[in-house]
């Protein structure tokens, strides 16, 4: 079955700590995997795929396949980060939907 | 940079009617989805559409639900018949050779 798992609902981190959202994946292939992130009432944006090997807003993500993990690091928490984070993955066909995570809320303390 | 478009940002409706959500896709952009969220849920699949047609469809996407590409740009997602619990955030998308664009979706309440 095509899941995607994350562990935390709310993870709260102090500014200038470092931040680490988990996300595992189930799914029989080879999956392209996203982060996207929902600010307040916004919509929701790209924040990286793992087929970019992009670092952006000083996010990185490693694809574990070992492991099936894709989690969502960076070194140095800032007050904009908080945000909800979704892990998600799409699969090799070109229209394939995106399957979602429950979200993790990002929350950046003072 | 090319945003999808989405109206009405908020619809209220009485149970049991109809509403029709709609969507303008990034122009050159083949893929077109749509998802919900219900409130404090993860967002679901509904359906994809490609060559003016349903490519595919979630268990959530039962006959109730339509979705038209009326005039090659527009995008709508019709409710026939509205239920309580129809409410959520609903969220267009359209996919090109990039990767997906969301819309700032529409909050759909059901009353």
């Not at chain 1, 609902?9 to 200038?16: D, H, N, R, T």
């Not at chain 2, 940002?9 to 122009?27: A, D, Y």
């Not at chain 2, 740009?73 to 019709?78: G, P, V």
Request: glycine letters at 6%; hydrophobic letters at 30%.
């Amino acid at each position: 079955a095509q899941r995607v798992t994350q562990p935390e609902k709310l993870l709260s981190v102090f500014k200038g700590a470092p931040v680490e959202l988990k996300c595992n994946y189930s799914y029989s292939g080879s999956p392209e995997l996203f982060w996207y992130v929902q600010y307040s009432r916004q919509r929701l944006q790209l924040l990286l795929r793992h087929i970019s090997r992009e670092s952006i807003k000083g996010f990185t993500a490693d694809l574990n396949k070992g492991e099936t993990s894709f989690h969502l690091k960076k070194p140095f928490a800032q007050e904009e980060d908080s945000a909800m984070y979704y892990c998600a993955l799409s699969g090799e066909g070109r229209d394939d939907k995106i399957i979602f995570g429950k979200g993790t809320r990002l929350h950046i303390l003072p | 940079e090319p945003e999808v478009t989405q109206t009405p940002s908020h619809q209220v409706t009485q149970m049991g009617q109809e509403v029709i959500l709609r969507c303008v896709p990034i122009s050159n952009h083949l893929y077109f989805y749509w998802y919900r969220q219900i409130l404090g849920q993860k967002v679901e699949f509904l359906v994809s559409f490609y060559n003016n047609e349903i490519s595919e469809k979630s268990e959530i996407f039962d006959d109730q639900f339509s979705v038209e590409r009326p005039d090659g740009s527009n995008f709508t997602l019709k409710i026939r018949s509205t239920k309580l619990e129809d409410s959520a955030m609903y969220f267009c998308a359209s996919q090109g050779n990039y990767g997906y664009t969301f819309g700032s979706g529409t909050r759909l309440t059901v009353v």
